[in-house]
């Protein structure tokens, strides 16, 4: 009998970073509110375990969290950079990469947004206030289930087809963010600053990053939940 929800594996924070970042259950309910069926992912080990993996879920979430660390940038440390956790960069940069090729569906969150970015090929700052002053704030002071700031969303884009709307406000608790995106993507949202807030593969069925998080707002806001019912639908198309 086959499966009536697809599997989404999510990525998650794993040893010392578990006491650092924000808990897990928003993915996991967000996931499972839109009919998809969790699963938590532990770091992969290599390119073999990340394929097995891959091969066991219908979608990859990539969540958000800590720094990446600039060893997987191929730049120095700038100012301002924060805690990053090399274990993890190492998975989730395997998984993205693993899923690109199998087209399988991927839906990026703040960190994730970053990740989905240089997994391609593209490239991050490594902090906002340092190396692009003149942006306006992007690590809110509210509570993450408040929006923060306003975006623009491209209408030629799969972000667009999903939210239907050209404008929306989002949270925003970040200080990193996509700098060059990566050939055969696209951007799809920005800031009032220019600073890029959703990426996506133009050729992919499901390969879409935001800079917010919307498993936060799923409360109050309809565009999260289209955000990931569109996610799971693919995943089901899959």
Known sequence: MGRQRPVIGITAAHYSEELKTFPRAFYVDSIRNAGGTPIILPPVRNSEESREVLDLIDGLLLTGGGDISPTYLKEDPQRGIEACFPERDFSELLLAKGA???????????????????????????????????????????????????????????????????????????????????????INAQAVDGIIEGIEKTAAKFCLGVQWHPESMLETEKHSRALFSGFIEACIEK
């Not at 970053?114 to 704030?137: H, M, N, R």
């Open 100 to 186: 690109m090729q199998l087209d399988l569906p991927l839906l990026g969150i703040c960190r994730g947004i970053q990740v989905l970015a240089v997994a391609a090929g593209g490239k991050i700052y490594q902090d906002i206030p340092s190396q692009y002053p003149e942006a306006i704030e992007h690590k809110q002071t509210a509570p993450r289930q408040y929006t923060w700031h306003s975006i623009e969303v491209k209408q030629t884009s799969l972000l667009f087809t999903l939210l239907k709307e050209t404008g929306i406000d989002v949270n925003s608790l970040h200080h990193q963010a996509v700098h060059e995106i990566p050939s055969g993507f696209q």
